[in-house]
C-alpha cells in the first residue's frame, strides 16, 4: 500500500529506526571519531556512515518484507497477521523462511551466528564508548604515561 508513503506515523518509525541503529546519544560513534587525525574530514564521515547504515536499513526492509510477504502469501493471510514485530521477526518469522531453502541448516547456523555476532558487536561498541571516555579523561590529568595519540593505544593507565 503506497498510500502508507504519505502518512507521518510511518516516517517518525523510521525515523526512529534511523536514529536508535545509529545511538547518536550514547556516543560510541563520537568515540570512535575521537581517534581520528585532528586534519580528518569528520563531517564527510559522519555523512558516509550515516548514509550506509540507512542503506542497510532500506536493504533490510527490503528482504524482511520480501519474507512476510511470501509468508502471507503461502498461509493466505495479510502481511499483518504473519507476524508480530519485535522478537517475533527474527525468532519466528525467519527461522520459518530458511527452513524453505536447501540446505537449512547451514542457513540456520549462519543465521543464529550472525545474531550473535551482532549482539556482541554491539556489546563492543558500547564498551568500547564508556572506555574511551575514562581513556581521554585520564589522558587529560596526565594519568597516562605516555600522551602522544599514537602510543594512547597501546600504553597503560595508572587510575
Known amino acids: 500500500d503506497l498510500a502508507k508513503l504519505g502518512d507521518s506515523q510511518v516516517w517518525r518509525d523510521a525515523a526512529g529506526q534511523i536514529l536508535y541503529s545509529l545511538s547518536p546519544g550514547f556516543g560510541t560513534l563520537i568515540a570512535y571519531a575521537s581517534y581520528n587525525e585532528s586534519h580528518n574530514d569528520t563531517l564527510k564521515d559522519a555523512l558516509i556512515v550515516s548514509l550506509i547504515n540507512c542503506g542497510t536499513s532500506v536493504f533490510a526492509g527490503f528482504a524482511i518484507f520480501s519474507i512476510l510477504g511470501h509468508m502471507a502469501h503461502t498461509k493466505g493471510v495479510s502481511v499483518s497477521d504473519v507476524v508480530d ?27 543464529f551466528s550472525m545474531l550473535l555476532t551482532l549482539g556482541l558487536d554491539s556489546q563492543f561498541g558500547s564498551v568500547e564508548a564508556m572506555l574511551t571516555g575514562v581513556r581521554h579523561s585520564c589522558a587529560a590529568t596526565s594519568v597516562w604515561r605516555s600522551t602522544t595519540h599514537d602510543d594512547l593505544s597501546t600504553s597503560r593507565p595508572y587510575c
Do not use: K, R
Not at 519466528?92 to 547451514?106: C, D, H, K, N, R
Open 85 to 111: 514485530g519485535g522478537p517475533g521477526l527474527a525468532f519466528v518469522a525467519y527461522p520459518e523462511a530458511v527452513l524453505e531453502i536447501s540446505g537449512s541448516v547451514f542457513w540456520s547456523i549462519l543465521f
